[in-house]
């Protein structure tokens, strides 16, 4: 594929581009400004903020609310501070401090795309062909075409099909982010990463947390590369975060399904069933689902390009995790990356490669498997 020099965009319809980004989380804003870089004419199309959920609403807003959780659990724990039990946190200003920093990193992003000529729009974009796309955004669509196209979309928050998501009671991952009041109880449905960083989050705001998760070990599917590196055995090494969890006061429960559950009055009535047989109830006033997340393709039109998800269903979500295989014609210049394209991986890191091959092995097609 031939790279033409960059060109200055009105961006109508019909605009063509030699590389268009569906997404622009850190897979997808990595890849346009690599490409942009190397000379490319760049389009990126977000429905949503720059960013994508890494930025808005995964790592950056849980990370900014661990920073501010962290120094409050080391008082706590330590002996040597007095007078430590009438403090706490403020947790609208926890929010306000989050959103300052999420907005500082998406104004950022836009200072690169401008600085790099990149064309961003703004609307959900849908496959016409492996060449163009059109865009719709308030009822109306655009179409726009590309020399190659990256498939960026990231993922959505999971969902169990026992409880339905309501914003109030029953909270997504999104959903806790904004959350007005510090709960007094709080069931986590799910137990990776996302699950057990909101666990100690709440925890040290002063909610009771229980973590049910229905594999036999909390972070049952995260990397065992991560594990490797810290040079002990993966159990070994769960069992001692899981030690220092319930030491905190954190309840986890593993070897669990949620079979149902219901609101009930101004509390959530939750259903356990045990591998081994067993069931109880707990209500509690928050539950929130921090299950499988699912890749955001719904709407994509995969189908038109070749494409589709393939795989085992966990929870009622199709799973991206190691079972995306992408099917397409030699000559078609497609390339899916980041949490889109399947498996545990880093979407930055997918959106270089995925731009770095798209002019130089143009027969190449990644997947997961």
């Given at each position: 594929m031939t790279i033409s020099p960059p060109k200055t965009s009105t961006g109508s319809t019909g605009s063509s581009y030699d590389i268009a980004v569906i997404g622009a989380g850190p897979g997808g804003y990595v890849a346009a400004i690599r490409a942009a870089q190397m000379g490319a004419r760049v389009l990126v199309i977000e429905k949503d903020e720059l960013g994508g959920t890494c930025l808005n609403w995964g790592c950056i807003p849980t990370k900014a609310f661990l920073s501010d959780v962290k120094p409050l659990r080391r008082i706590k724990i330590s002996s040597v501070y007095e007078g430590k039990e009438g403090l706490s946190l403020n947790l609208k200003k926890m929010v306000n401090r989050k959103n300052e920093v999420v907005s500082t990193m998406v104004d950022g992003i836009a200072i690169l795309f401008k600085s790099n000529h990149i064309h961003r729009v703004r609307g959900v974009a849908s496959f016409l062909d492996s060449k163009t796309i059109g865009v719709a955004q308030d009822g109306k669509q655009e179409t726009y075409t590309a020399k190659g196209i990256i498939i960026a979309t990231g993922s959505t928050a999971g969902t169990i099909p026992a409880l339905n998501i309501d914003g109030r009671k029953v909270l997504s991952?999104?959903?806790?982010?904004?959350?007005?009041?510090?709960?007094?109880?709080?069931?986590?449905?799910?137990?990776?990463?996302?699950?057990?960083?909101?666990?100690?989050?709440?925890?040290?705001?002063?909610?009771?947390?229980?973590?049910?998760?229905?594999?036999?070990?909390?972070?049952?599917?995260?990397?065992?590369?991560?594990?490797?590196?810290?040079?002990?055995?993966?159990?070994?090494?769960?069992?001692?975060?899981?030690?220092?969890?319930?030491?905190?006061?954190?309840?986890?429960?593993?070897d669990v399904e949620v079979p149902g559950g219901r609101p009930k009055g101004n509390k959530v009535e939750i259903e356990f069933q045990e591998k081994s047989g067993g069931k109880s109830q707990l209500r509690v006033e928050k539950v929130l689902i921090a299950t499988a997340r699912t890749p955001c393709t719904e709407g994509l039109g995969l189908e038109t390009i070749g494409c589709r998800m393939e795989g085992k269903r966990q929870n009622g979500n199709q799973c991206g995790w190691g079972v995306c295989r992408w099917r397409r014609n030699r000559e078609d210049d497609v390339r899916p990356c980041g949490l889109g394209r399947g498996g545990y991986c880093c979407g930055e890191h997918h959106g270089k490669i995925a731009r770095n091959r798209l002019p130089q092995n143009p027969d190449l097609c990644l997947h997961a498997s």
């Open positions: 991952t999104n959903d806790i982010l904004t959350i007005p009041k510090i709960p007094r109880d709080l069931v986590i449905i799910g137990g990776g990463a996302i699950g057990i960083q909101f666990a100690t989050i709440f925890n040290a705001l002063g909610t009771e947390v229980t973590v049910v998760e229905m594999l036999p070990k909390i972070l049952a599917t995260e990397d065992d590369e991560v594990i490797r590196r810290l040079q002990r055995e993966d159990d070994e090494v769960i069992r001692r975060l899981q030690r220092v969890l319930e030491g905190d006061g954190i309840t986890i429960l593993t």
